[in-house]
């Protein structure tokens, strides 16, 4: 069974920095690729990154040159290091894992979400 969770969130001043930590099991996690995505209150849920399972990084404009998206595949972790947080980027944060399950059946899961403000 693929199980996905994310964990990080919290409270931090605008200009602060957070890291978030997304771990799965249950997965042939070379294989997975992983987003993270995020929904402020009243808005629909948006991609904020993603890494492909060649590691290849994709970011929404909003936060390019602020955030980064990594992987540790031996750790079945990716990370999304948020430096220079706006009160925008105030949100729940989710996390998107598909591919190959341990069992070599596609699947895609969603974490529970981790809740992040940036406020003074």
């Known amino acids: 069974q693929v199980h996905v969770a994310e964990s990080g969130g919290g409270l931090v001043q605008p200009g602060g920095s957070l890291r978030l930590v997304c771990v799965t099991s249950g997965t042939i996690f070379a294989t997975v690729n992983m987003d993270w995505y995020r929904q402020a209150p009243g808005k629909e849920r948006e991609l904020v990154a993603s890494?492909?399972?060649?590691?290849?990084?994709t970011y929404s404009d909003s936060v390019k040159g602020r955030f980064t998206i990594s992987r540790d595949n031996a750790r079945n972790t990716v990370y999304l290091q948020m430096n220079s947080l706006k009160p925008d980027d105030t949100a729940v944060y989710y996390c998107h894992a598909h591919g190959l399950s341990s069992s070599r059946n596609p699947f895609d899961s969603w974490g529970q979400g981790t809740q992040v403000a940036a406020s003074s």
């Open positions: 890494i492909d399972n060649r590691y290849i990084t």
